[in-house]
């Protein structure tokens, strides 16, 4: 009778300890699933912001060719000018060499 008990009891003390570990588990494998649909979500946006980097330099390294481009071609336009101005300058001055023969021949005449 006594070890019948004796017997019982353990038996109740075993089935409230598995009872708790199945409510430990049934809690850590909540616990994993919300860890695993977090890292799915982490992992989506990872790779969203990842594609937005590669983007990011390649509009950066676009701008940056771009720019280089654009300070050629000023470079160009500012030679240009000044050959421009070198040109105007020469016929100014011709210009002038010509009055003054005018004027030379005006005088002599």
């Known amino acids: 009778q006594e070890y019948n008990t004796s017997l019982q009891q353990?038996?109740?003390?075993?089935?409230t300890e598995l009872?708790?570990?199945?409510?430990?588990?049934?809690?850590?494998?909540?616990?994993?699933a919300a860890f695993v649909e977090n890292l799915s979500t982490l992992r989506g946006q990872y790779s969203s912001l990842h594609d937005q980097l590669t983007s990011s330099r390649a509009s950066q390294e676009d701008a940056a060719k771009q720019k280089e481009a654009f300070v050629s071609e000023v470079g160009c336009l500012r030679m240009e000018?000044?050959?421009?101005?070198?040109?105007?300058?020469?016929?100014?001055?011709?210009?002038?060499?010509?009055?003054?023969?005018?004027?030379?021949y005006k005088e002599y005449t």
Request: aromatic share 2%; proline share 0%; charged share 40%.
């Open 19 to 32: 009872s708790t570990a199945n409510e430990t588990l049934k809690r850590v494998e909540s616990e994993k």
């Open 10 to 15: 353990y038996n109740t003390k075993l089935q």
């Open 81 to 104: 000018l000044r050959q421009a101005r070198d040109e105007r300058d020469r016929q100014l001055s011709h210009v002038r060499a010509l009055t003054e023969e005018v004027a030379k």
